[in-house]
Every structure is written in C-alpha cells, then in structure tokens.
C-alpha cells in the first residue's frame, strides 16, 4: 500500500468516524467515552495475526491436523479477548477541557486537558495525539485516579489558538487491536504578537518636566475631565464631579503634559510604513521594556484606550488587546 492510498484510507475513516459519532465541533464541559464515540479495528500487527491465523487453518483443514485446529480456535480465541480488553482501556473516561498560559507567537503553547479514571480497573499505555501538536503523549491512569495530559502546540500567528482535534487511541494489552476516539475541547490558548526582536527605545515620554506642583497641593494640574473609557485607571476617577453629576457617568481626570512617570505607547506614534502586523510587534516590544522600566504606561491603539498602569494585570491586558486586535475584540 503506498503512502497516498493508506492516507486516502485514513482519511475516509476519519470521515465515516466523525459521522458515526455525531462530533461537530469543539465540545464544551466533561467527555465520557462510551460505546458511541470508541471505535476498533485490527491495527498492522493485528492483521499479520489474522493472515497468519487464516494460514494456519487453511493448513489444519487441508492436512486434517486436530492440534492444528485447536491452536488456531485457541489464537483466535486470544485475539477476541485482547479485542475486549483493548475497548475496556478507553471505555468510561471521562475527559475534561484544562487551561492554557498565553504565549508569544513563534513559542510553543501548552494546552492541558484531564483525563479522569472513574472505574477500578487501571488505564495503561493511553496516547494522545493532534494534527498539529508537536508529539504524542502517553499516560497510564491508576484506577479511580486523575491525570492531567499537556500537549505542546507551535504557534506562527497572534489571536486565539483553537485547541485542534485530539485522538485518544491504545493498543493495550497485545497491539493488535487498536482502539480510539475523537474529541476536540473548546479551550483555546492566547497568542500574544512577537516582540520586535533587540532593544527598541520607548517613544518619547508625556512626562511633566518641571517639578513644581498644582494648585493645592496637588502633584499634576487637572487640565479637563472626560467620559471613562475601559482600561482607565481607577485612581483617576474624578469622584466628587461624579457625585455632582448624579452618578449617571463616570468621569476621568486629565492632566496637563501627562502624570509624573508616565509613558504613552500609542498606535499613531508609529512609523507610517508600518503594517499592522509590524505595529503590533513594536507595541508588545514597549510593553514589555516599559513594563521593566517600572514606570506607568498607557496603551494606545484604535478602539481601545489602557492605563496608565503598572503590574502583571496590565501587562496581560496590553497584551491580550494587542492578540486580539482586527478579531472581534476578548476572548474567554
């Protein structure tokens, strides 16, 4: 058989067991393998086994050798019960969606899913594998036991990595018979935009140059109050014009040449040959310098306005703006 016919062959019994399970699509909640969705079929050695089975009778019956017939019924015999046994190691898992930490684009994601052992028989040599995943993994799961199984994803775009179809397959316990099934979780991993690789420097700060103070005290003067927009920091909530107001819209305080320590890394600053692509890669580059600097940073880019703030959140904030940016905005 040459490589474009076994695919061939592959590809149409993935096409009649997709069918035959009814699976459409990313799943969410808990998975249970059941008789429905676990498929079986002799693999390569167990179709040796059955050809040499098949020579053996031939020969029992054209020599008439009894010990002939008794191993070859005794071999099957064998073969049906490891068919059993081999069903036995994936019936009654349930399966159920993990979690993804967000990685860069050109890094490899890990994406983790639960396989949960609810009988008291323990599940040996059970493999996991996807199209796109970078190996398949194997894990042996103890009777009424939990194990979590992590596949390692490439990546080459920003946005939201759809978790990709998962085969959950064994040969256990002689190899010649293979079980498996179909499932794909609905868990995506977030794939931040590759920074700009060296060191680019931060755009010119919107830092106040003087060191004297506002009116009253105060280490910036109010320059003008607008409307708040998502991603603005809390503590420059004008509170008292929001009590004067009713309450019914929250205002937000704007100062005159920006707050002491501030950085504002905005889309327009950008050079005007740049593509999106390339802007995004500049943006998370700041992000991440502007972020080690420990200064307050703003972020600037069309339809999302963030900060000025500092920390983990921010960043990840940042960050997942830019992900998403031109793909309908947050995920789950």
Not at 13 to 27: H, M, Q
Not at 33 to 54: E, Q
Not at 114 to 131: C, G, I, K, T, W
Not at 263 to 278: I, K, R, S, V
Request: charged share 20%; glycine share 10%.
């Amino acid at each position: 058989m040459t490589r474009a016919s076994a695919r061939a062959r592959a590809a149409w019994i993935d096409e009649l067991v997709t069918r035959l399970s009814g699976a459409t699509g990313p799943l969410a909640g808990d998975y249970v393998l059941t008789r429905r969705n676990v498929f079986i079929l002799p693999s390569r050695p167990g179709l040796l086994y059955a050809a040499a089975l098949l020579a053996m009778l031939i020969a029992s019956i054209n020599y008439a050798l009894s010990l002939g017939y008794a191993l070859t019924f005794l071999l099957a015999s064998l073969a049906l019960v490891a068919m059993v046994h081999t069903f036995r190691g994936l019936s009654a898992l349930t399966l159920r969606p993990g979690r993804g930490d967000p990685v860069f684009a050109g890094d490899i994601a890990e994406a983790s899913v639960m396989v949960r052992n609810p009988s008291r028989l323990e599940r040996y040599a059970l493999f996991f594998d996807a199209a796109d995943a970078a190996g398949r993994e194997r894990v042996d799961v103890a009777a009424g036991a939990e194990q979590t199984v992590r596949l390692a994803l490439p990546t080459t775009r920003r946005g939201w990595l759809q978790m990709p179809r998962l085969t959950i397959s064994t040969t256990f316990p002689l190899g010649i018979w293979q079980a498996w099934s179909y499932w794909q979780p609905a868990q995506r991993v977030l794939v931040y935009p590759c920074p700009e690789p060296g060191a680019v420097p931060l755009p010119p700060s919107s830092m106040a140059s003087g060191s004297g103070t506002g009116r009253g005290g105060a280490q910036e003067d109010v320059s003008a109050l607008r409307p708040y927009v998502q991603g603005d920091a809390a503590r420059r909530i004008a509170w008292k014009a929001v009590a004067r107001s009713g309450g019914e819209t929250l205002l937000v305080k704007e100062f005159e040449g920006g707050e002491r320590g501030e950085l504002t890394l905005a889309w327009d600053a950008l050079p005007a040959q740049f593509d999106t692509e390339a802007r995004l890669s500049r943006l998370a580059r700041w992000v991440l310098t502007a972020e080690a600097t420990g200064k307050p940073y703003a972020l600037r880019i069309p339809g999302t306005a963030l900060g000025p703030d500092l920390g983990q959140t921010h960043r990840a904030r940042c960050l997942e703006a830019l992900a998403t940016y031109g793909q309908g905005g947050h995920g789950d």
